[in-house]
């Protein structure tokens, strides 16, 4: 048959990725969303203490760079870590659907679509980093909705656009409404809260 590999090398792979996969979204998810939103706690409180370094200490802005950046400058001015974060969310987001149904997925998907444009603005200015062509004629690189809403403000508010449904879908995942179907082999809801009894 056309386009299937007989190799039996790439046959042990794919069934070692669907293996990986499926066990992500079966016995290993709990873990694997709590090690998830570590991740993005962890970011999170740097984009507050970005702004709080801004608002309230009064920094300057380009002097700014959070916790990390107090002790890494020159990383935080990276574009390949903001874009690497970028793309460990979207990883991580679409890793952890398969186990989210019902309202949980309305919600995850929402967090999922936000990121992947998130995801294009940050490969933007990766993009622009790589080559030294910046848009519009800046002077370092500028994401499209950049030219509207400042870097820190915009960021923090992309981040919380994501934040919210994510956390909107673990908690109807975790505990689902009356009548929703439970995702099969998840163990993220409690028995006590679990409930598939119909309206």
């Not at 702004?51 to 760079?65: D, E, F, K, L």
């Not at 909705?145 to 995942?173: D, S």
Request: a positive charge; glycine letters at 8%.
């Amino acid at each position: 048959m056309a386009g299937k590999s007989n190799d039996p090398q790439t046959q042990e792979r794919v069934l070692a990725v669907r293996s990986v996969l499926e066990a992500l979204n079966g016995p290993w998810h709990k873990r694997a969303m709590q090690v998830f939103l570590v991740i993005v706690l962890a970011h999170w409180a740097e984009h507050i203490l970005q702004a709080y370094q801004v608002y309230v200490m009064g920094w300057p802005r380009g002097h700014s760079h959070g916790g990390l950046g107090l002790f890494f400058p020159w990383l935080v001015k990276s574009e390949l870590l903001h874009y690497g974060y970028a793309l460990v969310m979207l990883v991580g987001l679409a890793l952890l659907r398969p186990a989210f149904v019902g309202l949980a997925r309305r919600w995850w998907n929402v967090a999922l679509a936000i990121q992947i444009w998130h995801h294009l603005e940050h490969a933007l200015l990766f993009g622009q980093a790589l080559t030294g062509d910046n848009l519009f004629g800046s002077p370092v690189p500028i994401s499209l909705l950049q030219v509207v809403v400042p870097r820190v403000e915009l960021h923090l508010f992309y981040n919380a656009a994501v934040f919210v449904p994510m956390v909107m879908g673990m908690l109807y995942h975790i505990y689902p409404k009356r009548g929703e179907a439970l995702s099969l082999g998840c163990n993220c809801y409690t028995s006590k809260r679990a409930n598939t009894e119909s309206l």
